[in-house]
Each structure stands twice: as structure tokens, then as C-alpha cells.
């Protein structure tokens, strides 16, 4: 498919623009964008693409697009404002806060918590997409949800659940929402065009999500042994399961606020939110972001997606090079291949956001080949 490409590369960037582009042409990409700032500076701002399936209307430089788990990153963010801006520390009791938790009551803390050691990836009540926008409901039953595995003894990811977690906690504590001091802030200073929660008036430039099964590109899964996902994965990912056309491009979705998985934003806005807090600046402290990227979870197997994440207050750290060469890097990617991190060694911020979701059954992903195609026009400009 022939696709223009649109934006700036500095010189010496000139591979990434290519391996942007290829992603059009031998890969599945429809519409997308990819963006590193260091220092302030823009050293790549891409898109290209279209904003639907049927390739009718172009990817613009404003377009917005569902995150996925990339909004996890930019809510723990917002949640680390709480934490610079209140008494509230990531070492108190969740109690203190959210005495009917049920999961608290044995004094889990608020960095485990948002480490997804809580034990409450999930609900033992079915329930459907529009459950999730019913900010009192979800926190009813997560309040009384039996906790699938001893808090604070094992790490399983809360792929849904994990946005009223902080969101709750920041509600009790402010009289506010995590979206609404995302929006305020963070992304308001930063002029980051994201959002938890979009308004109505900005509903008209966000690009629909295409589910894996539409990709032009297919993986051959006769050629593979797929793993066997662990129990907990339906428990956490299909209760419910999110349709990317029908559920996460519905304006109801757009809306809402779901810290974990409805974010609306692009490459640019995150790229920058990043950039800030790898340089120590911006919005939050850089005590409080060093605190919010401490270490809480080892390198070891999640129960719910059976492989082994190193995870602090709400965000992944570097693991197995995802967010490039060096290990104080950063961040949260989401399903279907979007991704954002900042790298304090580098000083970078580095996005990457897309309509078609893939598979992303190997390493050799679109974000990763841009991620790497950065890193290589680094060394090469030393």
C-alpha cells in the first residue's frame, strides 16, 4: 500500500523516516505516529496513514487514537502528581484511604497496589463494556472481590481494573479525577495533545481502531506453538472483552475515564510527557518520579500474561530492551502495539501510536524496529 508520510526527522534521523514508512508498505501499519523528543528538541514527528479501514480519510498531525495500556503510563503519571501535590506517599496502606477494600485489609500498600500485586485483575461477576463506565458500579465490585492470590505475594497484570485503582484512591484523596488532573496537570502544561476522558468537541479527530483479525498482514499460527496463557488471563482480559471497533471507538468509550486502557492521544503529546520526566522536568518532581520508578516487582513471570515483567508504581520498566538499550528506561505499551517511555540516560521521550493492532507474536514489532532505528541514528551522530 502506498502511503504518505508526513512530518520532520532532524538530520541524521533519515533510517527512522524509512522504517516508518516500510511499515506501511511490508507491514500492516494503516494509519499512525511516531515522535522522539531529548532536551526539549523534536528530533522525529511522523504520521501518516488513514484514520478508518476503508483508508478514506487521512491521518492528520492532530489525530488522536485509543491507547490502550499506553494510558497506563500516562495515569500513573497523573497519579505521581497526587502523590508531589498531597501527603499521600506510594508506602502507605491502601487502607488508609480505601478501608472497604477488600483486597487492603492486610496492609497492602499503594506502590504494590499499583504494581498489580493486588489480587484483583478481575471480577467474579460477568460483566459487559458499559459496566466500565460506571464509575460506582466498578468500584462495588472491586471492593468486595476476594482477592485471586494473597496480595503483595505475587504480581498479576489488571489489564481493565488497574484505572480505578489509582483513579479511586486520587477521588478519596483530591475530591478530583486522575483524567481530569491528567488533562489539567500534566498534559496542560506540556502542550500534550492526550487525554483520560476525551470531551465531546474532540470526538471528530479520533482515528477507529481495527481489530487484529482485519490486518492485510497475517501471522502463520500453523507455523507456531503458541503458549498456553494461564488461567487467570480470561479473568482479567476476556471479563469483558473489549471489541476494538464496537466498544473502543464508541464515543461512550472516548468519554469515559479508564486509566488503564481508554486513553485517546498521539505520538507527539506522549513523546513530550516523557521527555519531561526523563530530564527531571515538567509537572512532577523528580524525587517523586525516581519514587514512582522504583522497582517493585522483579523480573519475574506475571501470573495472568505467564511472562516476566519488571514493573514499579503503575509503569514497566525496561525489560528485555522493549524500551531500548539502557535499563532506567521507562514506560508502558499497549495492546496492539502502541507504546510510550522515557529514557533519563538518553533523555528521551519516545511514542508510537497506531489504528491497526497486531498480534505481536515476535519481537520484531513496528514500535520495536522504530525504537531501535533511534537508538542506531544515536550511536551513528556520536
Excluded at 500513573?76 to 498531597?86: H, R
Excluded at 460483566?127 to 460506571?134: Q, R, S
Excluded at 464496537?246 to 486502557?261: G, N, T, V
Aim: proline share 5%.
Amino acid at each position: 500500500m502506498e502511503t504518505a508520510v508526513h512530518g520532520t526527522c532532524r538530520p541524521g534521523f533519515e533510517r527512522v523516516r524509512d522504517v516508518f514508512a516500510r511499515n506501511f508498505t511490508e507491514d500492516a501499519d494503516v494509519g499512525a505516529a511516531f515522535c522522539v523528543v531529548r532536551d526539549g528538541e523534536t528530533l522525529v514527528d511522523l504520521w501518516g496513514g488513514f484514520r478508518e479501514r476503508a483508508c478514506t480519510t487521512p491521518w492528520e498531525a492532530d489525530t488522536l487514537v485509543n491507547l490502550y495500556s499506553t494510558t497506563k503510563g500516562l495515569g500513573a503519571i497523573a497519579f505521581a502528581w497526587v502523590v508531589d501535590n498531597s501527603a499521600l506517599s506510594y508506602d502507605d496502606e491502601v487502607r488508609r484511604y480505601w478501608p472497604e477494600l477488600t483486597a487492603a485489609r492486610d496492609g497492602l500498600t499503594i506502590a504494590q497496589l499499583l504494581s498489580h500485586q493486588g489480587g484483583i485483575c478481575g471480577v467474579d461477576e460477568k460483566i459487559t463494556a458499559a459496566d466500565l463506565y460506571d464509575w460506582p458500579r466498578m468500584i462495588g465490585l472491586l471492593e468486595k472481590q476476594t482477592p485471586y492470590w494473597t496480595p503483595g505475594t505475587a504480581a498479576g497484570y489488571h489489564a481493565i481494573n488497574w484505572g480505578y485503582l489509582p483513579g479511586e484512591i486520587t477521588r478519596r484523596v483530591t475530591g478530583r479525577t486522575l483524567g481530569e488532573i491528567f488533562r489539567t496537570e500534566i498534559a496542560a502544561p506540556l502542550q500534550a495533545d492526550c487525554y483520560i476522558g476525551l470531551p465531546d468537541g474532540e470526538h471528530a479527530r479520533v482515528a477507529d481502531m481495527i481489530g487484529p483479525n482485519h490486518a492485510r498482514i497475517q501471522p502463520d499460527l500453523t507455523a507456531m506453538t503458541l503458549p498456553a496463557m494461564p488461567p487467570l488471563y480470561a479473568v482479567a482480559l476476556q471479563n469483558p472483552s473489549i471489541r476494538p471497533y464496537q466498544d473502543a471507538s464508541s464515543a461512550a468509550w472516548r468519554r469515559a475515564e479508564i486509566a488503564a486502557a481508554n486513553g485517546q492521544g498521539n505520538a507527539r503529546g506522549i513523546a513530550r510527557i516523557y521527555a519531561a520526566l526523563a530530564n527531571a522536568g515538567g509537572p512532577v518532581g523528580a524525587r517523586t518520579v525516581a519514587r514512582m520508578c522504583r522497582e517493585e516487582w522483579g523480573n519475574e513471570s506475571d501470573l495472568v500474561l505467564g511472562r516476566a515483567l519488571r514493573r514499579s508504581a503503575g509503569l514497566i520498566l525496561n525489560t528485555d530492551h522493549q524500551y531500548g538499550p539502557n535499563a532506567e528506561s521507562f514506560g508502558h505499551a499497549g495492546a496492539g502495539g502502541s507504546v510510550g517511555f522515557g529514557d533519563p540516560v538518553a533523555g528521551l521521550g519516545v511514542a508510537y501510536v497506531m489504528n491497526q493492532m497486531q498480534m505481536n507474536l515476535n519481537d520484531d514489532t513496528r514500535a520495536g524496529r522504530l525504537v531501535r532505528a533511534v537508538y542506531a541514528c544515536l550511536e551513528t551522530g556520536r
